[in-house]
């Protein structure tokens, strides 16, 4: 006699399948939660792509601000360090965006160390914020005012 194929009819009986075992699961949880999830697995999967994308965001973005923050300085260092250097420089432009767009700390520091630098006598501010704002131009701060004293201003 042979032995039974697992491919006859006998030996191959349909069983309706049900839902496969899923991770919720194995997690113990209340039946009305895991049907809940079940029900609503798109929009809470929209949800969760969302919240990740929204994460990785932020502190990308944070990282990519410390980047150029890092960049930024290292490029007015560099600049200041060429002014320096060459003696022949008397006068100092700032422009390039909007220099009385920068906080009034960062302005102040900019002209210290522009101050600082002997040959450096006059400092001009290429800007368009008296005219857009006239607000926003305050009177000079102790600090920028000695810096504009040390320039001869």
């Known amino acids: ?3 039974p194929s697992a491919f006859d009819r006998e030996n191959s009986k349909l069983q309706p399948l049900g839902p496969p075992p ?3 699961d ?3 949880l209340p039946p009305a939660f895991v049907a809940f999830v079940r029900r609503n697995r798109r929009p809470l999967s929209i ?3 969302f919240g990740l994308a929204l994460a990785l965001g932020i502190s990308g973005y944070s990282t990519y ?3 150029r923050a890092g960049k930024a300085a290292t490029a007015l260092d560099a600049a200041l360090a060429y002014i320096a250097d060459r003696p022949g420089i008397w006068e100092v432009i700032l422009t390039g965006g909007d ?4 906080s009034p700390r960062r302005l102040a520091e900019l002209m210290a160390r522009l101050a600082a630098i002997d040959h450096v006598k006059v400092v001009r501010i290429h800007t368009r914020v008296p005219a857009v704002d006239p607000d926003a131009v305050t009177p000079w701060e102790p600090m920028e005012a ?3 004293e040390r320039l001869g201003g």
């Open 47 to 49: 949800v969760a792509v």
């Open 26 to 28: 194995q997690f113990n």
């Open 65 to 67: 601000r410390d980047h």
């Open 146 to 148: 000695k810096a504009l």
């Open 1 to 3: 006699m042979a032995e």
């Open 22 to 24: 899923g991770l919720l």
């Open 99 to 102: 220099p009385l767009v920068l």
